[in-house]
C-alpha cells in the first residue's frame, strides 16, 4: 500500500524558512517522479513543484520559484521541500504526490498524503 | 499562461448522469487528468490521460476529450459523488489545474 506521510509545517514568519519531509513507503521511490501540491485555506488546488525520479529533472510555479527548492533522498525513501522567502500567499497546506512515471511530465498525481498546513503570519 | 476553465457548480439529481467541462485552447493535444476532493480529504485521482480509470474507481466515472473541451462524466450518480472536481493538464513544463467544479447531488 502507497503511503505519503508529510512533516514539518507549522507557523512562521513572512520572510521565514521552514522545510517540508515527506516519508514514502509501498513502492519503488527511486522509480518515480514525486511532487508538491497546496491548496490555500477554501481555494483550489494549486502546484508547486516536481522532481524526477532520479533527482535530475525538477519543475516549479512561476509563483515560488527561486524561492522553493524540491529535493529528494532514494536512500532514505523520502521528498522535501525547502521554503524560502516564505509570504503569507504561500498559506495552504501543502501535499506530497506520488507521479505515474519516472519522468513525473505529462503524468498525473495518482496518490495524495494527507497534506502538512504552512501558516505564514507575524 | 495557460489556463483552464470549468463551471463553479454542477447539480445532479440522484441516479441521474453529471458533466462537468474544463476547457482550454487546444485542448485535443494534451492529457486531461481528474481528482475528486470531498471536504477534509486529499484529492483522489478518478481519471488519467483523458479516459482511464484508476483501479478502484467505479466504472460509472468516465472521461472524454474533444476539441478544446474535456468532460468528466459521473454515470448513476450517489450522494457520496457529492465534492470538488478538478481537472488537470501539463502545460510546457508546468502543471495548470483548473479552478474546481462543486458537485451538488440532489
Known amino acids: 500500500e502507497v503511503q505519503l506521510l508529510e512533516s514539518g509545517g507549522g507557523l512562521v514568519q513572512p520572510g521565514g524558512s521552514l522545510r517540508l519531509s515527506c516519508a514514502a513507503s509501498?513502492?519503488?521511490?527511486?522509480?518515480?517522479?514525486m511532487s508538491w501540491v497546496r491548496q490555500a485555506p477554501g481555494k483550489g488546488l494549486e502546484w508547486v513543484s516536481t522532481i524526477s525520479g532520479s533527482g535530475g529533472s525538477t519543475y516549479y510555479a512561476d509563483s515560488v520559484k527561486g524561492r522553493f527548492t524540491i529535493s529528494r533522498d532514494n536512500s532514505k525513501n523520502t521528498l522535501y521541500l525547502q521554503m524560502n522567502s516564505l509570504r503569507a500567499e504561500d498559506t495552504a497546506v501543502y501535499y506530497c504526490?506520488?507521479?505515474?512515471?519516472?519522468?513525473?511530465?505529462?503524468?498525473?498525481?495518482?496518490?495524495w498524503g494527507q497534506g502538512t498546513l504552512v501558516t505564514v503570519s507575524s | 499562461s495557460y489556463e483552464l476553465t470549468q463551471p463553479l457548480s454542477v447539480s445532479v439529481a440522484l441516479g441521474q448522469t453529471a458533466r462537468i467541462t474544463c476547457g482550454g485552447n487546444n485542448f485535443g493535444s494534451k492529457s486531461v487528468h481528474w481528482y475528486q476532493q470531498k471536504p477534509g480529504q486529499a484529492p483522489v485521482l478518478v481519471i488519467y490521460r483523458n479516459t482511464n480509470r484508476p483501479s478502484g474507481i467505479p466504472e460509472r466515472f468516465s472521461g472524454s476529450n474533444s476539441g478544446n473541451t474535456a468532460t468528466l462524466t459521473i454515470s448513476r450518480a450517489q450522494a457520496g459523488d457529492e465534492a470538488d472536481y478538478y481537472c488537470?493538464?501539463?502545460?510546457?513544463?508546468?502543471?495548470?489545474f483548473g479552478g474546481g467544479t462543486k458537485l451538488t447531488v440532489l
Open positions: 488537470q493538464v501539463w502545460d510546457s513544463s508546468t502543471v495548470v
Open positions: 504526490t506520488k507521479m505515474y512515471g519516472s519522468s513525473g511530465w505529462l503524468q498525473p498525481f495518482d496518490y
Open positions: 509501498g513502492f519503488t521511490f527511486s522509480s518515480y517522479a
